[in-house]
């Protein structure tokens, strides 16, 4: 059996899941100042009666990490950057505790100016007498040659609580951007792994000997004791939790839509050929632009809980949530009060609707049933033009899916899939609105906790091979290493995807589920002096794909009552 838990702004859900089938479902209030108790409470519902030993995995997606980054939460950084000649320091200063040191690495990986350990030991007292305890340490190109990052973080010693390394969070070239991430990450670790050792304790506690694993960005699992070096690597898993979970309760092979509308935020989503999309260079979250591998979505401030207010004689929907809909004991009317009054749902106290549109009713000086679709229009009309806005964009350049880039492919709709509490009532006019079919799955309300647990473990590592200088470098995985002379091609394929396996296993990764790729396939000749090549450069970046476990998301296979 498996377990899946989605950690949502308005609700908690779970789902135990018994050879595809749903044996048991739960939902609670999530407390987003106590996310282990939301968790808790969900887990021991599902779990009456059951025997931990038939537990077979976990997988959790949460918004800790996410959280944390757009309240302004995080713990403070010091930043140690090596970027040598090229943009001004300020450009690539994040935050007051930011240094900049002498040494740095050319485009080759070659060592051109060395470390000064007397400048990183005085930055290291600076971060010591400030009470710094999170540092994060990135060189320009360490991709190419980590030696330099790692020998800083030797002379730091162990006085830190802990060190982020920019080499180890992506493959690809971008030092802004793996400035951004290396920060976040450093920024975060704190607030993570104790919620990752609150969540073992909670495991340990209820007798789950099974693996545990959090879901990615990229709708991808790691090991959760693995995914405490790298924290960021969790945000915005919500969005990839309900892509992940349409993709198991739909056979969808078209263009297509994807909304999650919750309590708080609705999460939109595109498939070409019913295939998600990525974003290309990496996720932004928080105004930081980054190097985190993610599936392409979009969050906008309206759901179901949205406060309906009113401001220069209109009303308003979102992007605050005051708490739940009035209907439910909520300060505020919301657009669920209108869905209740205009016979929408019969969820929640009528009456305590009923009060709260008599207010929005009062503003527009019009009866109950015209305030409440009003709102109600509104709510819907502002998820389509969303969506509308981030077709458009996507159309305007090339279409990334989690597999290949489709050149030329532009996005035609032939579905809308929507799912979340108020999918029933919204799909109808969400269709009529958009002239698209829509479609709520069977299961909708707990879609993210069925894509959480049946996602599978995903990971990618980019070898760059030098053979002139003789040395093989795979940033993810910290390796340099010397290759030998007639190194070529098929020996850097072979090299890429054998590290690529034992990452991905290490990760947690079942061998059922390595459906691995080459996804990025480079070479090039160096030619010095009159012309005569001198080596080859070889760039191989491979990935575990994206997708559900070993026997879902194939034809005929679905999640059944």
């Not at 038939?54 to 980054?69: F, G, K, W």
């Not at 993610?294 to 979102?318: M, Q």
């Not at 009159?530 to 450069?537: E, S």
Request: with cysteine; aromatic share 4%; net charge negative.
């Amino acid at each position: 059996m498996i377990i899946g838990i989605d950690v949502g702004g308005t609700h908690t859900d779970a789902v135990l899941l018994d050879t595809l089938r749903i044996k048991k479902r739960a939902k609670v209030l999530t407390d987003q100042k106590n996310l282990i108790e939301s968790l808790t409470a969900v887990t021991e519902k599902i779990f009456i009666g059951e025997d931990p030993g038939d537990i077979e995995r976990v997988v959790l997606s949460t918004t800790i990490s996410t959280n944390a980054i757009v309240q302004g939460k995080t713990d403070r950084v010091g930043m140690i950057l090596a970027g040598g000649p090229g943009l001004p320091p300020e450009m690539l200063r994040i935050g007051k505790d930011t240094h900049f040191i002498s040494g740095y690495v050319n485009h080759r990986g070659i060592r051109v100016a060395g470390t000064d350990s007397g400048e990183v030991a005085d930055i290291a007292g600076i971060f010591e007498r400030e009470n710094i305890g999170h540092v994060g340490i990135v060189g320009k190109f360490s991709t190419r040659n980590p030696g330099l990052e790692t020998e800083i973080g030797d002379i730091m010693g162990g006085r830190f609580r802990h060190v982020s390394f920019g080499h180890l969070m992506s493959g690809n070239l971008n030092f802004p951007r793996r400035i951004a991430t290396t920060y976040l990450n450093a920024a975060t670790w704190e607030t993570y792994s104790t919620f990752v050792k609150n969540v073992m304790d909670y495991v340990g506690r209820m007798r789950i000997t099974a693996p545990v694993y959090i879901l990615k960005a990229d709708g991808g699992t790691s090991g959760i004791n693995q995914s405490v070096g790298y924290p960021v690597g969790s945000i915005l898993s919500g969005p990839a939790a309900s892509i992940m979970g349409i993709l198991s309760l739909t056979h969808s092979r078209e263009d297509a839509i994807a909304l999650d509308i919750g309590g708080t935020t609705t999460d939109i989503a595109i498939f070409a050929d019913g295939v998600p999309l990525l974003e290309p260079l990496g996720m932004t979250i928080g105004g930081h632009k980054t190097l985190i591998r993610g599936l392409l979505t979009r969050s906008i401030g309206v759901g179901g809980d949205s406060r309906v207010g009113y401001e220069d004689g209109r009303i308003t929907i979102g992007p605050e949530r005051d708490g739940p809909a009035a209907a439910f004991g909520g300060p505020s009317p919301t657009p669920t009060d209108a869905m209740i009054l205009l016979g929408l749902t019969d969820i929640g106290d009528r009456e305590k609707a009923l009060k709260a549109i008599q207010e929005v009713a009062g503003y527009l000086n019009r009866s109950l049933d015209e305030a409440a679709q009003e709102v109600f229009g509104l709510t819907c009309r502002k998820i389509i033009s969303a969506v509308r806005e981030m077709l458009g964009e996507v159309n305007d350049k090339p279409v990334y899916t989690v597999h290949e880039i489709l050149k030329g492919k532009k996005i035609t709709p032939t579905i809308v899939y929507i799912v979340g509490g108020p999918a029933g009532p919204m799909a109808p006019y969400i269709e009529k609105m958009m002239d698209v079919p829509s479609c709520v799955p069977e299961h909708s309300e707990v879609a993210n906790a069925i894509g959480a647990a049946l996602a599978r473990t995903t990971t990618e590592v980019t070898l760059l091979a030098d053979t002139e200088k003789g040395e093989a470098t795979i940033a993810e995985e910290g390796i340099q290493t010397a290759i030998p002379r007639g190194f070529g091609h098929q020996d850097a394929m072979e090299m890429c995807m054998k590290t690529l396996r034992n990452r991905a296993l290490k990760m947690g990764a079942s061998e059922d589920d390595l459906d691995m790729e080459i996804i990025e396939d480079q070479v090039f000749n160096m030619v010095r002096g009159m012309g005569y090549a001198t080596g080859k450069n070889i760039r191989i970046k491979a990935q575990v794909k994206p997708g559900l476990i070993a026997g879902f998301g194939q034809e005929g296979s679905d999640v059944r009552q």
